[in-house]
């Protein structure tokens, strides 16, 4: 195979992360612990986080977004501050509890995964590591999410007072799948 058109590489992604999803849906079981682990991944990738660049990255609302950072915070497993570049705003971070919960879960859904994956030959192994790395590449560069927080703040505009564009798309949770 020589060329594989982008459409098709974006549609089977798409599937594939959808089955993948499911499956680890299937394995942690609880719908309010998948939110959890949901929300803490997102946190661990943008912390200290704001909420509206939580918003954005968990895909729901700023309002949905304070919700679940204000259950996340009473649990211990967030912490919020003050923001450093402006004190009337709060930022987020995990806790030990909250890396914990995260590594535990990880670590659960790893070990019921890796027998799907055992059966591949190395150089199929390493095939699917360099795919996996290219996509997380492109993710980084290109996702409108991952723009740097010091440009966008939670009120929606950049340094020189523009509007953004948000992802806010619902109020309650989103399914992952």
Same mark, same amino acid.
């Given at each position: 195979m020589d060329?594989?058109?982008?459409? %098709?590489i974006v549609a089977g992604l798409v599937v594939v992360s959808s089955r993948?999803?499911?499956a680890f849906r299937r394995v942690i079981g609880n719908e309010s612990q998948l939110v959890t682990l949901r929300?803490?991944?997102?946190?661990?990738?943008?912390?200290?986080v704001r909420v509206g660049h939580f918003a954005q990255g968990y895909l729901c609302s700023q309002p949905a977004a304070t919700k679940l950072l204000a259950r996340l915070e009473g649990e211990g497993l967030v912490i919020r501050e003050a923001s450093v570049?402006?004190?009337?705003?709060?930022q987020f971070s995990l806790t030990d509890a909250g890396r914990a919960k995260l590594a535990e879960n990880r670590g659960i859904m790893i070990g019921q995964m890796e027998p799907y994956f055992e059966s591949l030959s190395a150089d199929e192994r390493v095939s699917v590591?360099?795919?996996?790395?290219?996509?997380?590449?492109?993710?980084? &560069?290109?996702?409108?999410?991952?723009?740097d927080e010091a440009r966008v703040d939670d009120s929606g505009k950049d340094d020189s007072g &523009?509007?953004?564009?948000?992802s806010d798309i619902?109020?309650? %949770?989103?399914?992952?799948?």
């Amino acid at each position: 195979m020589d060329d594989v058109d982008s459409a %098709e590489i974006v549609a089977g992604l798409v599937v594939v992360s959808s089955r993948l999803t499911r499956a680890f849906r299937r394995v942690i079981g609880n719908e309010s612990q998948l939110v959890t682990l949901r929300a803490l991944a997102v946190v661990e990738q943008y912390q200290p986080v704001r909420v509206g660049h939580f918003a954005q990255g968990y895909l729901c609302s700023q309002p949905a977004a304070t919700k679940l950072l204000a259950r996340l915070e009473g649990e211990g497993l967030v912490i919020r501050e003050a923001s450093v570049t402006d004190r009337r705003a709060s930022q987020f971070s995990l806790t030990d509890a909250g890396r914990a919960k995260l590594a535990e879960n990880r670590g659960i859904m790893i070990g019921q995964m890796e027998p799907y994956f055992e059966s591949l030959s190395a150089d199929e192994r390493v095939s699917v590591h360099r795919a996996l790395g290219l996509v997380a590449q492109y993710l980084q &560069e290109q996702h409108p999410v991952d723009v740097d927080e010091a440009r966008v703040d939670d009120s929606g505009k950049d340094d020189s007072g &523009e509007d953004v564009v948000r992802s806010d798309i619902a109020d309650d %949770e989103i399914p992952i799948g």
